[in-house]
């Protein structure tokens, strides 16, 4: 494969274009731990200082040098807009050269672009794709996981299928992702996809009560998730023993 300082040399143009985390940080991938980890590593250092000019420049030389944690930060970078205003073009850029070696971070962010329509064309089956393709690579990507659900639950990208999204949410809600939380919760009180339980339900919705629900980019659900007045709705078709017996669960679960 010729390397990316050859294709940028050449004047490639970018034709990559086919193919946490919210939270996700600019933390090294052991796998490539040792290729031009110098100017990864300068340029983490000047990003942690809030030097984003010398960051860039950093991780554009280790980027050029096919070192795909320095070509996700880039992407990050730009897509963050931490030098300027957010460029989503020159992010997915990076991110599709990162997504070359498996970064699950790039992989999952150019699946957040194709969902939005943002540097890429607006495309939802391309986002299921690397959404589960960044689960793949990365099985504790919660936010990846609850935007799988969510295709599948609104049969947008995927063909609706209720089983596959709460197979999905349960994933990202054992994660501790509040909004995953609260639709597994909600599909167990409707019997949608999973076999109707209201314990089950009721515990995983006052797991999601218990934190604040946010959501991926653009993944906004145009109804508000009321997990605390839900858990109160659901209170009067439980026994006093059922609600102890999801406390207990609950409590027992804090104290490991």
Do not use: C
Not at 25 to 38: C, D, I, L
Not at 222 to 238: G, H, I, N, Q, W
């Amino acid at each position: 494969m010729i390397s990316l300082r050859t294709q940028l040399r050449l004047g490639w143009g970018i034709a990559l274009v086919a193919s946490f985390l919210l939270t996700a940080q600019f933390v090294p991938n052991n796998a490539h731990a040792n290729t031009a980890g110098g100017d990864y590593q300068s340029g983490y250092r000047a990003y942690q200082a809030g030097n984003y000019e010398m960051a860039r420049a950093q991780w554009r030389l280790a980027a050029q040098n096919d070192d795909p944690r320095a070509q996700y930060a880039l992407g990050l970078l730009y897509y963050r807009g931490n030098t300027g205003p957010a460029n989503y073009e020159e992010a997915a850029k990076w991110f599709m050269y990162a997504a070359q070696a498996n970064h699950a971070g790039a992989i999952y962010y150019i699946g957040v672009l194709y969902f939005n329509g943002w540097g890429l064309n607006y495309d939802q089956f391309r986002a299921t794709e690397y959404f589960k393709r960044a689960l793949r690579a990365a099985p504790t990507n919660s936010n990846a996981a609850y935007l799988i659900g969510a295709q599948y639950y609104h049969g947008r990208g995927a063909q609706q299928n209720y089983v596959e999204a709460a197979h999905y949410f349960e994933i990202a809600a054992k994660g501790n992702m509040h909004a995953a939380q609260f639709m597994l919760g909600a599909m167990y009180e409707r019997g949608w996809g999973i076999a109707q339980n209201y314990a089950e339900s009721y515990y995983w919705l006052t797991r999601a009560a218990r934190g604040n629900i946010t959501f991926p980019p653009g993944a906004e659900e145009k109804e508000k998730m009321d997990a605390k007045a839900a858990v109160t709705s659901l209170e009067p078709r439980l026994r006093p023993e059922e609600i102890k017996r999801v406390h207990d669960r609950l409590n027992n679960e804090a104290a490991q």
